[in-house]
């Protein structure tokens, strides 16, 4: 995968995170804003054909929903279903 390719993937996970979270503004209730929005990153990078590992996360310190440390993100396109022979 190009880099730039990279970069636009990163920016629609950026853009849905923000979209999920908004929903949630003005209702007082921060840990659904946040598990909205890692909810909404983790669906755009389940279907980003990268094998990446989240290395830093905020959740443990807070007990906030978050992306895991260590969690995988991505997949690889030789292994789905479709691309299976």
């Known amino acids: ?34 598990g909205a ?11 980003v054909p990268f094998d990446g590992r989240v290395a830093i996360g905020e959740g443990e310190r807070d007990d906030a929903p978050m992306l895991w440390i260590g969690e995988p993100l991505g997949f690889d396109a030789r292994t789905r279903p479709e691309h299976l022979a």
Do not use: C, I, P, Y
């Not at 929005?37 to 279907?47: C, L």
């Open 37 to 47: 929005a890692v909810e909404a990153m983790r669906a755009v990078f389940d279907n």
């Open 1 to 34: 995968m190009a880099t730039r390719d990279l970069a636009d993937h990163l920016v629609q996970a950026t853009e849905a995170a923000a979209v999920a979270a908004s929903k949630w503004r003005g209702l007082g209730d921060g840990k659904a804003a946040d």
